[in-house]
């Protein structure tokens, strides 16, 4: 059974950090692409960043560039992705999704980020 559950939200103050993990199972995660996605409420949901199989190469939204980080670790079957400088505006429900190549992949049920003073 595929499972991508996702941790690590929470309500910080603008300009705060919080690190989110997308702990994974039930399928070949090396094999899978990583990507985060954030709905704020409203709003549509959005791509934050990506990471391909083997880690070397990453891609993100333009206005978290520079402030968030993602990563991977095949070993533990796990996704991260570090949320620095926090703003208001990163405010939303933040969702994993593992995607192979050609297929729409898995998603988590996601995690709650709250920026606010």
């Known amino acids: 059974q595929v499972q991508l559950v996702e941790s690590g939200g929470g309500l910080v103050q603008p300009g705060g950090s919080l690190r989110l993990s997308c702990a994974t199972s039930?399928?070949?995660?090396?094999?899978?692409?990583m990507k985060w996605y954030r709905q704020a409420p409203g709003k549509e949901r959005e791509f934050v960043a990506s990471i391909e199989t083997t880690g070397r190469r990453t891609n993100y939204l333009d206005s978290v560039r520079g402030r968030f980080t993602i990563s991977k670790d095949n070993a533990k079957k796990t996704a991260y992705l570090q949320m620095n400088n926090l703003k208001p505006e990163d405010t939303a429900r933040y969702y994993c999704?593992?995607?192979?190549?050609?297929?729409?992949?898995?998603w988590g049920q996601g995690t709650q980020v709250t920026v606010s003073s």
């Open positions: 039930g399928f070949i995660f090396s094999n899978f692409n």
């Open positions: 999704n593992a995607v192979y190549p050609g297929t729409s992949g898995y």
